[in-house]
């Protein structure tokens, strides 16, 4: 079956710890991304990228990046510099064409 | 700036009519998306809007009118499983979406 996955699920760091939370699809879609979502707000754009090779900032970009390397693989690093990192981070993609977005399970992201 | 408003939370009893607005002011408009999201998990898609008037699928059913920068969600014969958060979304000028804060959706027995 196609679709997005995730991985893992749960993650907790140490403050001041850089963690890379994974995203794959075999929807053969060109475009992902990276959203992040807090209780009580909409999904907020940390990064996208409509091809291999090339992305682009979203609203929220401060404090993380990404690779593009391979179509299927959009992974999401979270640095030391993201202040409030703890959060439910949705990773989603499309085929560029209808614009309809498909997600991924989220990670849900702890730090302490 | 570009803003999408939706009630924080609503209620609603088990075999009712609920309706959930969603009003706009986006730079352009490429569409709305209706999606539905149960606690923890993932959004999933449940319409698309890009002309005036009512898309009925089933239980639910999504209205648009673009020249008041407005849309509903309209749900019918609720069910437990329906208790979510429904997020409205703007396909912006960009072809960028915009998100709202989601509306959460009790259902009472």
């Known amino acids: 079956d196609g679709g997005i996955t995730q991985s893992p699920k749960y993650l907790f760091r140490k403050e001041g710890q850089n963690v890379t939370l994974s995203c794959e699809q075999n929807?053969?879609?060109?475009?992902m991304y990276w959203y992040r979502q807090d209780p009580g707000q909409g999904l907020r754009l940390i990064y996208y990228?409509?091809?291999?090779?090339?992305?682009q900032k979203g609203d929220i970009a401060e404090g993380y990046s990404v690779s593009r390397e391979k179509k299927e693989s959009f992974p999401l690093t979270v640095t030391s510099a993201q202040k409030n990192p703890t959060a439910f981070y949705l990773c989603?993609?499309?085929?560029?064409?209808?614009?309809?977005?498909?997600f991924g399970p989220g990670t849900r992201l702890t730090v302490t | 700036g570009q803003n999408i408003d939706q009630p924080t939370e609503m209620t609603a009893t088990e075999g009712a009519i609920v309706q959930i607005n969603c009003t706009y002011q986006t730079s352009g408009f490429n569409g709305l998306f209706w999606y539905q999201q149960h606690a923890g998990e993932a959004p999933t898609f449940l319409s698309y809007n890009v002309l005036d008037g009512l898309e009925e699928k089933g239980r639910f059913s999504s209205f648009l009118s673009r020249s008041k920068g407005y849309s509903y969600l309209l749900l019918k014969e609720l069910q437990m499983k329906d208790s979510a958060s429904y997020l409205c979304?703007?396909?912006?000028?960009?072809?960028?979406?915009?998100w709202g804060a989601g509306t959460k959706l009790i259902i009472k027995p």
């Open positions: 989603a993609s499309n085929d560029g064409e209808i614009h309809e977005q498909y």
């Open positions: 929807l053969n879609h060109d475009a």
């Open positions: 979304a703007v396909l912006d000028s960009n072809y960028q979406l915009i």
């Open positions: 990228s409509q091809i291999v090779n090339d992305f």
